[in-house]
């Protein structure tokens, strides 16, 4: 049985566990069953940096809690002038090499749970993906329930904000932006065209919970799953790394691919700091035949 090593968490402790090789994980992969957990460092590749990373927005931004979403007005009206500008980077971006191998690899898997809600795995053309988190692509009214694509409210914040013209270099991974108090002064919000109700993006907040019913599904996958294949995720929050804990629990390798260190490598049978895109590459070419 292998000795995993026992790490401290500490997101810039002075060291890593042992590194292991792409060589090392493809019999693993090429065995199949694999279930991949992916978080925001494989996108960050397709220009949406990551929170935690190197340069990670948390740094220099706190994102919108469920609570101040529900119960500020103002609060609704400052997220929704930032992830309208948000939304345009989030809406042009397209997959990169690690969505791409992952998609090349879907023989050999057997799922996906993302915690990314960027919807670049569906774009890359991977199927049945698990949001864990939702999705950016549409938005939910707090009141009728009632789901819509996010071009739709797109399209009318455009109409109630004509001369809105904010922009911004700086985006998250959750479509947010920064931009100074005066530039989210007088920003129109809309409400749910079918009952006049808060409009909500279709993910998950900070402070919220993911649906029970979710949670349960991606628990069956990795009871399910030969091996779990963790791609650019420091599993800091508890959402991600519950699954990580359930298949060491069981017995299932867990194989972690991320630059730097992460809350799940004292769980790890092999840890990889590569990058993702060219990492994700080889491993496909290696599995699969370039």
């Known amino acids: 049985m292998r000795t995993r090593p026992t790490l401290t968490w500490s997101p810039s402790g002075p060291s890593l566990p042992r590194t ?30 990551d929170y935690r990373g190197e340069g990670g927005s948390l740094r220099k931004h706190t994102p919108m809690t469920y609570e101040e979403f529900t119960t500020s007005a103002a609060g609704r009206r400052r997220y929704w002038a930032r992830s309208h500008v948000g939304w345009r980077t989030i809406a042009r971006a397209d997959p990169n090499a690690g969505h791409r191998a992952v ?28 949001e864990l988190h939702g999705g950016l692509d549409r938005v939910i009214c707090l009141d009728c329930k009632i789901l819509t694509p996010r071009i739709e409210l797109d399209r009318r914040l ?27 002064e007088g920003f129109e919000v809309v409400g749910c065209a079918e009952c006049g109700g808060i409009l909500k993006p ?49 017995g299932i390798p867990v194989v972690i691919i991320n630059r730097g260190v992460t809350r799940g490598d004292s769980f790890a049978s092999l840890r990889v700091d590569l990058p993702l895109g060219t990492s994700l590459t080889e491993l496909a070419d290696a599995v699969l035949g370039s």
Do not use: K
């Not at 109630?160 to 989210?184: M, S, Y």
């Open 20 to 49: 292991s090789t792409l060589t090392d994980v493809v019999p693993i992969v090429a065995d199949g069953g694999v279930l991949v957990l992916s978080g925001a460092g494989l996108s960050t590749e397709s220009g949406i940096p």
């Open 103 to 130: 998609t090349r690899l879907a023989p050999r898997l057997s799922g996906v749970i993302t915690q990314n809600v960027d919807g670049l795995h569906q774009a890359a053309g991977s199927q049945d993906v698990v």
């Open 158 to 184: 455009r109409e109630a904000n004509p001369t809105f013209a904010a922009t911004t270099d700086e985006i998250n991974p959750d479509g947010d932006v920064f931009l100074p108090e005066e530039a989210v």
């Open 202 to 250: 279709d993910v998950v907040f900070f402070g919220e919970n993911v649906p029970r019913p979710r949670v349960e599904q991606c628990y069956s996958l990795v009871d399910n799953a030969r091996s779990l294949l963790v791609l650019g995720s420091s599993l800091t929050v508890m959402s991600g790394l519950r699954f990580v804990r359930r298949a060491s629990e069981s």
